[in-house]
């Protein structure tokens, strides 16, 4: 009985691991470098490089000896931004997650400091919100924003947010240094989820929870916004099962995009 576990087309299967390396890189790699992590012959890596280049996917910088994503690469990016997927593929799962718990629920992406909402679902008879497809908040103020930043790498979100002068403010509430962005963060990654109270709208809060790509990335926050006490101070209580059906939607979407489940 043939071994199903095995690639039927082993020539494809190194082809694409390989680009999807190169993509993780920080920098053009070495072929024998790409030989060794990912246990393939060094000969065929270098006759797939080869035809990889003829058509424009990879680069050889002879001067370094190592090996780059090509235009062609960056074109299939832009492909996939034209196309749209993950709008595409969460509009269903976050409608779902709105019907499943009559609260308003959206999907955004980060852009620089900021989120960007790409999928935004209102419920009947909920409080009107400032978030809508196209809109941007700051991302340390927004659960889906923060759920993102927690699943960053640490230097990154120092980068991000290397001092005061990075951080806005639109109800006086929320963190506004370095310092207490990271105990924000801190706190995320130990519930798994990010939470925010009235720091984007008075009377309003949110539960966010990162999606993430293949490689563990958060390419996506999920987060569903319900009415709080806008007098009240610290984060309101935050419902199970209301945390449970996030958990839920964002590991489909995160199953759909080819990626990894959340850690509840």
Wanted: hydrophobic fraction near 40%; proline fraction near 7%.
């Amino acid at each position: 009985m043939p071994d199903s576990s095995r690639p039927q087309v082993p020539a494809a299967d190194q082809t694409l691991r390989m680009l999807a390396h190169l993509a993780r890189q920080r920098g053009p790699t070495a072929a024998r470098t790409i030989a060794t992590q990912l246990d393939i012959p060094r000969s065929t890596v270098y006759h797939l490089l080869a035809t990889l280049q003829e058509h424009g996917f990879v680069v050889h910088l002879e001067s370094e000896r190592r090996w780059g994503l090509g235009v062609a690469a960056f074109e299939l990016g832009g492909g996939y931004a034209r196309q749209d997927p993950l709008a595409r593929l969460g509009r269903p799962l976050v409608s779902e997650l709105v019907d499943r718990t009559g609260e308003s629920a959206h999907l955004a992406v980060m852009h620089g400091r900021d989120v960007l909402y790409i999928v935004e679902e209102r419920a009947l008879r909920r409080p009107a919100l400032v978030t809508d497809v196209g809109v941007r908040l700051p991302a340390h103020l927004t659960a889906s924003g923060r759920a993102m930043l927690a699943a960053l790498p640490r230097p990154q979100v120092r980068a991000l947010y290397p001092d005061v002068s990075a951080f806005s403010d639109r109800t006086g509430r929320g963190p506004a240094r370095p310092a207490e962005l990271r105990e924000v963060l801190r706190e995320a990654r130990a519930r798994g989820f990010a939470i925010e109270d009235g720091e984007v709208t008075l009377g309003l809060g949110s539960i966010g929870v990162a999606v993430r790509d293949h490689a563990g990335w958060p390419v996506a926050g999920i987060a569903v916004t319900y009415p709080v006490d806008g007098d009240a101070g610290g984060h309101a209580p935050v419902d199970v099962e209301l945390s449970d059906r996030l958990f839920e939607a964002s590991a489909e979407l995160s199953r759909r995009i080819g990626g990894a489940r959340p850690s509840a």
